[in-house]
């Protein structure tokens, strides 16, 4: 369970995030809002890249914004980015135990676990292709291969279906939902693509202009006046 109190980040004049509370218990919890909105600082805030005004957040209890950022890792907490971070000059496999390197595992039981979450994405028989040769679509995959190993306990995706076709994106749907059962995990998920979230996110939590603006089971978050407001306001100014 992650416990977000009143979180508030200002970048000079601009208040990303203005006072934002949620409390994300389901296995698998979207965060959703349009461009701006507030979603990947929110992460940034968790993960420890940037450092809240003020407020707190709890993990399973722990007051995670005292914890330095490689302290939150060590307590089981991985992110993907927008864009992937895979090396293209390190094969798959070792894209994945470069995620282990902290783990105090031996070697041969590392590099198990990692054989066995590139087996979960379905990318055991690409283990030892290089990072430069993968698609978009196998680089997303051991992106999140990255991310289960280790012992994680939450794993926020920003943005995972982010150029992927409707059929990969259902597949990677398919593979966050198994997540929680695989590992243990909760996962936090940021995506445009409103379809999979709820498909595949009990709780969603929606931000614009840094606030709140629903938070709750997400057919009613979808269903929510403000919400519906909010997206369309953002084709408008689009169009
Ligand atoms: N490091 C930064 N310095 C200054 N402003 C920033 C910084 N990071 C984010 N912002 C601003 O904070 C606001 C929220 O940005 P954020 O990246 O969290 O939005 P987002 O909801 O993830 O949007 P998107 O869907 O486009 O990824 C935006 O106005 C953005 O320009
Ligand atoms: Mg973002």
Not at 7 to 24: D, H, M, P, Y
Not at 141 to 155: E, F, N, Q, S, Y
Not at 227 to 239: D, F, M, P, R, S
């Given at each position: 369970?992650?416990?977000?109190?009143?979180?508030?980040?200002?970048?000079?004049?601009?208040?990303?995030?203005?006072?934002?509370?949620?409390?994300?218990?389901?296995?698998?919890?979207g965060?959703?809002?349009p461009?701006?909105?507030?979603?990947?600082?929110l992460?940034?805030?968790?993960?420890?890249?940037?450092?809240?005004?003020?407020?707190?957040?709890?993990?399973?209890?722990?007051?995670?914004?005292?914890?330095?950022?490689?302290?939150?890792?060590?307590?089981?907490?991985?992110?993907?980015?927008?864009?992937?971070?895979?090396?293209?000059?390190?094969?798959?496999?070792?894209?994945?135990l470069?995620?282990?390197?902290?783990?105090?595992?031996?070697?041969?039981?590392?590099?198990?676990?990692?054989?066995?979450?590139?087996?979960?994405?379905?990318?055991?028989?690409?283990?030892?292709?290089?990072?430069?040769a993968?698609?978009?679509?196998?680089?997303?995959?051991?992106?999140?291969?990255?991310?289960?190993?280790?012992?994680?306990?939450?794993?926020?995706?920003?943005e995972?279906?982010?150029?992927?076709?409707?059929?990969?994106?259902?597949?990677?749907?398919?593979?966050?939902?198994?997540?929680?059962?695989?590992?243990?995990?909760?996962?936090?998920?940021?995506?445009?693509?409103?379809?999979?979230?709820?498909?595949?996110?009990?709780?969603?939590?929606?931000?614009?202009?840094?606030?709140?603006?629903?938070?709750?089971?997400?057919?009613?978050?979808?269903?929510?006046?403000r919400?519906?407001?909010?997206?369309?306001?953002?084709?408008?100014?689009?169009?």
């Open positions: 369970m992650i416990d977000i109190d009143a979180i508030t980040v200002r970048f000079g004049g601009l208040v990303a995030l203005n006072e934002v509370s949620a409390t994300l218990s389901a296995p698998v919890a965060i959703i809002g461009n701006g909105a507030g979603k990947t600082t992460m940034n805030v968790v993960s420890g890249f940037i450092t809240a005004h003020s407020g707190r957040v709890m993990v399973e209890g722990q007051d995670f914004l005292a914890l330095a950022p490689h302290r939150r890792a060590q307590k089981g907490l991985r992110r993907s980015f927008q864009k992937e971070q895979i090396a293209d000059d390190l094969t798959v496999l070792e894209n994945v470069v995620q282990t390197d902290w783990s105090l595992t031996g070697w041969s039981a590392k590099r198990a676990e990692a054989m066995d979450m590139l087996a979960v994405v379905g990318l055991a028989d690409r283990a030892d292709k290089i990072g430069g993968l698609s978009g679509f196998e680089r997303r995959l051991t992106d999140v291969a990255r991310c289960m190993v280790g012992k994680p306990h939450l794993i926020m995706f920003d995972p279906a982010g150029g992927l076709s409707v059929d990969e994106t259902r597949q990677l749907g398919d593979l966050i939902v198994q997540i929680h059962t695989l590992t243990g995990a909760q996962t936090v998920i940021i995506d445009h693509d409103v379809e999979l979230i709820s498909r595949i996110c009990a709780e969603t939590l929606v931000l614009d202009f840094g606030r709140r603006i629903a938070f709750g089971p997400t057919a009613d978050v979808l269903a929510d006046p919400v519906k407001a909010a997206y369309l306001g953002t084709e408008e100014v689009a169009q």
